[in-house]
């Protein structure tokens, strides 16, 4: 049977949330996603992150590729 734990961190159970939110092997990419949704007015400075602003936003979800693709966890193909 696969495990559920996280790959990158070894720590948790691999979730959305967890690999959004939580992960420790990402912290400078999620810094970097803070700040761009800060930035962009999505997020106060004091509020946390949430998974409904990352994925459901229309302004937001273009930062949320971003950081995915920046923590190369998972393959994002483009259309050739």
Do not use: W
């Not at 400078?28 to 962009?40: D, F, T, V, Y």
């Amino acid at each position: 049977a696969e495990s559920a734990k996280c790959v990158a961190c070894g720590n948790r159970r691999e979730t959305v949330e967890h690999y959004l939110l939580f992960c420790s092997r990402y912290i400078n990419q999620r810094m970097k996603l803070r700040e761009k949704l800060k930035k962009a007015e999505l997020i106060k400075t004091f509020n946390p992150m949430q998974l409904s602003t990352l994925l459901s936003d229309p302004a937001a979800i273009p930062l949320t590729l971003e950081y995915i693709r920046e923590t190369r966890r998972f393959p994002l193909h483009t259309p050739e």
